[in-house]
Antibody, heavy 120, light 110 residues
Framework: QVQLVESGGGLVKPGGSLRLSCAASGFTFSDYYMSWIRQAPGKGLEWVSY????????YYADSVKGRFIISRDNAKNSLYLQMNSLRAEDTAVYYC?????????????WGQGTLVTVSS | QSVLTQPPSVSGAPGQRVTISCTGSSSNIGASYDVHWYQQLPGTAPKLLIY???NRPSGVPDRFSGSKSGTSASLAITGLQAEDEADYYC??????????FGTGTKVTVL
C-alpha cells in the first residue's frame, strides 16, 4: 500500500543543521509532487516546502526560506529536507506528504512524522 | 500564523450533527482555490477527509461532508460518533503565501 516513512529527526542545538528523509513506497514516486509540513508541539499544521515531480519548481514558506532546502531522488523514491540555521521555533514534528494533482492540491497520504527538537 | 480561521472547539452528543467553519479571504478560498479537510486523531498523523471542497476519499464515511461558498468553507459531521473525537483542519492555497492551513478545531463527543 502507499506508504511514507520519515527519518532523521532528533535533538540539535540552535544554529545547527539536520537532514530529514522520507522513503516512499507503493506508488510511482516520480509522478507526484511532494511536501513537508510541520506541527509544533500542541500547535496546528504549517506547510514548509513543496517540490514538483521533476524537482523544479520548488516553493518554501517564508518562515524557512533561505534556511531549508527540499530535494528528491526519484531513483531512490526518496524526499529530503536539509535544515540549516535551526531555531527554537523550528521544533516540531515534520511530516512528508504526497500532493494530489494540481497547484491547490490536498495532501494524501502523510507519513507518521519525525520529531525535530532545537534546544541548547 | 494561520490565515484560515476555524472555531477552537465544537461539541455534540452522539448522533447529533456538528459543523466546523473555515473562514479565509479573497487571496485563498475566495480566489476559487479548493478547500481540503483533515482529521487528526490523538497522537497520529493527519488524514485526508475531504478533498476538492466536497469529495470524500475512498473509505471515508458519508457522515462527513464538505461545502464551500465565497471566502468560507464548512465541514459537517452527521450522526456524530465517539470515534470522531479528533482535531480537524481545513487547508487551501493562498496566492501570496502558498499552502495554508486552518487554525484547527477540536471536536468533542459529549
Amino acid at each position: 500500500q502507499v506508504q511514507l516513512v520519515e527519518s532523521g529527526g532528533g535533538l540539535v542545538k540552535p544554529g545547527g543543521s539536520l537532514r530529514l528523509s522520507c522513503a516512499a513506497s507503493g506508488f510511482t514516486f516520480s509522478d507526484y509532487y511532494m511536501s513537508w509540513i510541520r506541527q509544533a508541539p500542541g500547535k496546528g499544521l504549517e506547510w514548509v516546502s513543496y517540490i514538483s515531480s521533476s524537482g523544479s519548481p520548488i516553493y518554501y514558506a517564508d518562515s524557512v526560506k533561505g534556511r531549508f532546502i527540499i530535494s528528491r531522488d526519484n531513483a531512490k523514491n526518496s524526499l529530503y529536507l536539509q535544515m540549516n540555521s535551526l531555531r527554537a521555533e523550528d521544533t516540531a514534528v515534520y511530516y512528508c506528504a504526497r500532493a494530489q494533482a494540481g497547484i491547490a492540491a490536498g495532501f494524501d497520504p502523510w507519513g507518521q512524522g519525525t520529531l525535530v527538537t532545537v534546544s541548547s | 500564523q494561520s490565515v484560515l480561521t476555524q472555531p477552537p472547539s465544537v461539541s455534540g452528543a452522539p448522533g447529533q450533527r456538528v459543523t466546523i467553519s473555515c473562514t479565509g479571504s479573497s487571496s485563498n478560498i475566495g480566489a476559487s482555490y479548493d478547500v481540503h479537510w483533515y482529521q487528526q486523531l490523538p497522537g497520529t498523523a493527519p488524514k485526508l477527509l475531504i478533498y476538492g471542497n466536497s469529495n470524500r476519499p475512498s473509505g471515508v464515511p458519508d457522515r462527513f461532508s464538505g461545502s464551500k461558498s465565497g471566502t468560507s468553507a464548512s465541514l459537517a459531521i452527521t450522526g456524530l460518533q465517539a470515534e470522531d473525537e479528533a482535531d480537524y483542519y481545513c487547508q487551501s492555497y493562498d496566492s501570496s503565501l502558498g499552502y495554508v492551513f486552518g487554525t484547527g478545531t477540536k471536536v468533542t463527543v459529549l
